[in-house]
């Protein structure tokens, strides 16, 4: 977690809200996805409920119309005519008789069945076993009118139903006819009364059209004779009362809602394809859906595209601030070609501000660098005027051609050596020389000072050629000769060595002189670095020496000392460590 918002806190601004932007959509669109997933599950149990309370009215109407029916057996069986015909051909024996008394007996049974369409037909069985039909009549196998009848002995004047099976559609419902005159109830077998019930029109009628309306009794299906699914796989699902449950059949989802007769025990059943009723719903969910994503997708791109609007002007800014921070000071206050002018919002004001600093601090520095140039050449040229020398060439001509005339090689040798050195001292044309110039004027300047002090000067210069070509500033290694002669040499009888050579350190190529005259104390040694002490010689010091190099080399560059009293002492020029072309 911490690691997280560590991670966050140094992201990118224009990061940071894309992230802020998503999580708000995010957060926006699941809490209306949840609360419009709850708004459809309501009106789903809404519509479920719906559902079976539809059953439920289609059921008691049906339940109804069969209960209506059934009283209708009840009023064939007690019908007083009925019940004369019916006793009159049990105790008859002429069967002419009995075949008048079966007419009269249908006449009267035509009077039930022309009024009620619900029924295919009525069939009445007499004392004697003849069978008499009325309606739409279709053959009823032996065996089958054996159990009906059987059925109806059986229940003692109850009513009975045989369900449909492949020979015939109908629902049956049977009932025993029972003697019975004004108050005489002797409940003697006089028939058997049958009727062929059309569920399919009460069906039609009664029940809702949507889905497959069907009938159980246990496993048993009284409605319709035909299904396009095994009606056995909803009968786990089923329980007492009345409610509903989705259900998967041949990988087809189905919608049931069940309702429990109490009185017959018979199920009614209400199946629907999913898909079919719902449809719409799900139309609508998966609509929703997509266009809550679309929206989603939109405010993203929106928010990035927000965000980098906020960004951009910030990062351009910075990168502005870092041309600026390098010193590139035009550069930055440049717009870049495919760059539109700021708007004038809160950053473009910030813009035009930085820009209005840049502008100003560039023509600062403008002015600075060349007041500072101004006065770096006179200070550089005052600096070299110190060391002009207070005599003439032709006086040192002069004395050359006479010590020539007059055979005095070692004059000779020590005033072309002079001439050579006052040359270039005095020359302002060329500040910068090579290290190989350097060098030749060292070795002149040596050469006077053999003359002076013979055999107790060693000089010694230990350099490679190939940094011959390195730039220094004039006058750097001749006035720390002088200095290393007037503290090391003059002071001491015995021999003093003098030494040039180089070393590479890790950022710089230093030029050292050393001598291994008395040294320094610490005291003079800070005064001297801090150019308080009075140089020797032409009075040329260390700070002169140092404060040339920096101006041409940098502040990385300069001189440093390194002196101890009994070990010498140590001047070391570091210069750039890269030779220059």
């Known amino acids: 977690m911490q690691k997280g918002f560590v991670s966050f806190k140094h992201m990118k601004i224009k990061n940071k809200l894309s992230l802020l932007i998503a999580l ?8 209306a996805l949840i609360v419009l997933q709850y708004a459809f599950s ?5 519509l479920y409920q719906k559902s079976s309370q539809v059953l439920h009215l289609s059921s008691s109407a049906i339940e109804k119309e069969l209960e209506r029916i059934e009283q209708l057996s009840f009023s064939v069986a007690t019908d007083t005519q009925i019940q004369s015909l019916l006793r009159s051909i049990a105790d008859s024996d002429s069967d002419y008789d009995r075949l008048t008394l079966r007419q009269r007996l249908v006449d009267r049974l035509l009077n039930y069945v022309g009024s009620e369409p619900s029924l295919y037909s009525i069939h009445v069985v007499d004392a004697h076993g003849a069978q008499q039909d009325l309606g739409s009549v ?16 059986e229940a003692k004047g109850e009513a009975r139903w045989t369900y449909p099976d492949a020979s015939d559609p109908a629902l049956i419902l049977s009932r025993d006819i029972r003697s019975y005159s004004g108050t005489l ?12 019930i059309n569920m399919d029109r009460i069906i039609q009628e009664l029940a809702a059209e949507e889905g497959v309306f069907m009938m159980t009794a246990g496993t048993v299906v009284i409605y319709p004779s035909r299904l396009d699914f095994d009606p056995s796989a909803l009968q786990d699902a089923l329980f007492a009362g009345a409610g509903y449950f989705i259900k998967e059949i041949d990988q087809q989802t189905y919608f ?9 025990g018979w199920t009614y059943l209400n199946v629907t394809p999913f898909n079919r009723i719902f449809k719409q719903i799900v139309f609508i969910k998966e609509l929703v859906v997509i266009v809550f994503i679309l929206i989603f997708a939109v405010a993203i791109l929106c928010g990035i595209r927000f965000s980098r609007s906020l960004t951009r002007p910030i990062e351009n800014l910075i990168a502005r601030m870092k041309l600026a921070e390098k010193g590139n000071f035009a550069e930055a206050n440049v717009l870049a070609s495919d760059q539109e002018p700021p708007a004038m919002d809160e950053l473009g004001l910030l813009h035009r501000t930085f820009r209005l600093m840049v502008e100003r601090i560039n023509a600062l520095i403008t002015e600075n660098y060349a007041s500072r140039l101004l006065i770096k050449e006179t200070e550089f040229k005052a600096l070299q005027a110190q060391i002009n020398p207070h005599f003439l060439y032709n006086t040192l001509e002069s004395i050359n051609w006479m010590a020539k005339v007059n055979k005095q090689t070692r004059i000779s ?37 053999k003359f002076r002090f013979e055999d107790r000067l060693s000089f010694r210069m230990e350099l490679e050629e190939r940094e ?5 500033p ?10 290393a002669i007037h503290y090391a040499l003059e002071p001491s009888v015995n021999t003093c060595t003098i030494a040039i050579y180089s070393r590479y350190e890790a950022d710089a190529f230093c030029l050292i002189v050393e001598d291994d005259g008395p040294g320094m104390p610490p005291e003079t040694l800070e005064l001297l670095r801090e150019g308080k002490l009075v140089a020797a010689g032409n009075g040329i010091g260390l700070l002169n020496i140092d404060e040339r190099i920096r101006f041409a080399f940098g502040e990385r560059c300069g001189v440093d000392i390194d002196s101890a009293p009994g070990q010498g002492t140590r001047v070391i020029i570091k210069l750039p460590k890269e030779l220059e072309g």
Not at 474 to 483: I, S
């Open 474 to 483: 004039k006058l750097t290694l001749q006035p720390l000769l002088e200095n």
């Open 256 to 264: 049931v809602a069940y309702n429990r007769s109490a009185d017959t």
């Open 138 to 153: 279709i053959p009823i196998a032996p065996d089958k009118r054996a159990s009906i009848l059987k059925l109806a002995a």
């Open 42 to 46: 309501v009106y789903d149990e809404q």
């Open 24 to 31: 708000i959509v995010a957060t926006t669109f699941a809490f």
């Open 468 to 472: 011959y070509a390195r730039k220094i």
């Open 413 to 449: 040798q020590m005033v072309q050596a002079l001439a050579f050195l006052l040359r270039n001292a005095v020359s302002l044309k060329e500040p910068i020389l090579t290290l190989g110039e350097e060098l030749e004027m060292v070795r002149n300047y040596v050469t006077i000072q």
């Open 185 to 196: 109830f002797d409940l003697k077998e006089i028939g058997t009364i049958f009727m062929r």
